[in-house]
């Protein structure tokens, strides 16, 4: 995994580069050692801590980035100046093919995950368990339902069993007691 050092002044800039850096696969370290990629983002006092970070050889010439300079000031060599808004994408092409090697792992993981997933619901189906049980087969439809009770005095049951599916449209809940209209294609019908 490839390393970020950051050595700044205002902490807000980390704060907001630093996730967009360890979604692309790198590690942003915290305290000040040698990395893969040095940003400097110190104001006018940047191209000083650059070079001193190249002196104390934090990082490799060509891979010291301050992300502000004076202008018109010429860079030290191995320092570059990549603005704010550019960072990641410098980042990610300065360390490409580590970067890669993230994504590839990543793309391991999910074939590993896929594979084992497959390895349970097989191992589910030899032990006689359905792991997707549920299948609900609709034999009346609701306007069938209201016109078979249409006949029916209040209070009263036919006894009769049916099975029928569709979309709760309305749900009142009243203490104990709960309504709801269910629809379907062939119309709606309201249940307690």
């Keep these: 995994m490839p390393t970020v050092l950051f050595i700044h002044d205002k902490p807000r800039a980390a704060a907001k580069v ?4 360890k979604k692309k696969g790198f590690e942003v370290l915290e ?3 040698p990395a893969d990629v040095v940003i400097v983002d110190s104001g006018e006092d940047s191209v000083a801590r650059a070079s001193a970070a190249l002196e104390k050889r934090l990082g490799e010439p060509g891979r010291v980035i ?3 300079k004076p202008q018109d000031a010429e ?3 191995g320092i570059v100046h990549v603005p704010g808004g550019k960072l990641v994408e410098e980042i990610v092409r ?3 093919p580590a970067s890669e090697n993230a994504a590839a792992e990543s793309a391991t993981n999910v074939e590993e995950i896929i ?4 390895a349970k ?4 189906r030899a032990r006689g368990v359905e792991p997707f049980p549920h299948r609900f087969e609709k034999k009346d439809d609701v306007c069938a339902i209201t016109v078979a009770a249409s006949t029916l005095q209040n209070e009263e049951r036919s006894g009769k069993r ?6 709760i449209m309305q749900l009142r809940l009243m203490g104990k007691a709960a309504f709801f209209h269910l629809q379907d294609k062939s119309g709606k019908a309201q249940a307690y």
């Excluded at 630093?18 to 850096?21: E, I």
């Excluded at 594979?115 to 497959?118: I, N, P, S």
């Design 94 to 96: 300065l360390c490409g």
């Design 162 to 167: 049916v099975t029928t599916a569709g979309r």
């Design 75 to 77: 860079l030290p060599q």
């Design 18 to 21: 630093g996730p967009l850096l």
């Design 66 to 68: 301050v992300t502000s």
């Design 121 to 124: 619901v097989r191992e589910l």
């Design 31 to 33: 305290a000040e050692q």
């Design 115 to 118: 594979r084992l997933k497959a």
